[in-house]
């Protein structure tokens, strides 16, 4: 939740999907704001730069900046929102609403809303795990990878949090230890990978997965050093669920073969080596 000097500026939630001819609120919750200050509302649609549509005043005014920003009205009872009446497949983009820090002399942006036009169900990811075993050689770098990958999925759009057991504690990975790719073609995959010394590899971890959008589709998965092999995706009547793997003693199939040699790690390694990580993992 972004904030300066005191005031927060909050989009949640990061995904609507709405049909068409449908009315919807693209959400700003804002403190704080002084009485001669402005929240800016951006939108941008793929492929294209951020443009402004209007600007609100704390008292409810309105300035639009172009005609498409017509198609919007602010409620005064939810005073910064955005409301949209007749939703049409044209207004389907990511809105930030933004503030004014006259102290820097910028803007500090909310997090963002992507609002999806379609009458498309929402379809929970299905979620492959690759947990390095006991056999498995660490690469040249003494590292071994913990993997998860989140596919066949509407929306598109998955949130990775792992974790780490400290004694009795969970306490969170550093940002330096993971990685995550997103394949587009021919259908989007995110993987998220947490790379860790092979004496670690033993430890108890546990990765969050968040499938944005989708009121059910928070799942945890205990990850261990062991084998596993990838789930099979929620069936056509289940539209909520986030499936997880079962463990077993097979290593994951149709996903990534052999050991964890052919996983590369290691900061500089990676940034190098990135395009044929895609190709013999993800390809």
Sequence with gaps: MPAVLGVTLDQSP?????????????????????????IHWYQMKDGEAPSRLLYISQGGSVARDTSEANDFTVDKTKLY????????????????????????????????????????AIKAPTLSR?????KDKSDKHGKKTLLIQASDMFPDLVKFVWKRKDGEKWTDVSEGEVLEQRNGSPAVTVTSMLIV??????????CTVTHEGNTA??????????????TKGPTDG????????????EPITNQISG??????????????????FNHSVIG
């Excluded at 990061?14 to 402005?38: A, E, H, N, Q, R």
């Excluded at 983009?93 to 820090?101: G, Q, R």
Aim: charged fraction near 30%; aromatic fraction near 10%.
């Design 81 to 120: 929102d955005l409301k949209l009446s007749n939703t049409q497949e044209n207004h389907a983009a990511v809105y930030f609403c933004a503030y004014w820090d006259t102290s820097s002399d910028k803007k500090v942006f909310g997090s963002g809303t992507r609002l999806y036009v379609t009458d498309k």
């Design 14 to 38: 990061k995904v609507l999907i709405k049909g068409k001819g449908k009315t919807v609120y693209l959400p700003c919750k804002v403190t704080g704001l002084g009485s001669s200050d402005y």
């Design 238 to 249: 289940d539209q909520n669920s986030v499936t997880c793997p079962p463990s077993t003693e």
């Design 259 to 276: 050991d964890s040699e052919q996983i590369p790690s290691g900061g500089a390694y990676w940034k190098e080596n990135m395009q044929q």
């Design 217 to 230: 589709g928070t799942k945890t998965l205990e990850m261990k050093e062991e084998n596993s092999k990838p």
């Design 197 to 206: 010394d092979k004496d670690k590899a033993k430890n108890d971890y546990q």
């Design 130 to 134: 690759y947990l390095p075993s006991e």
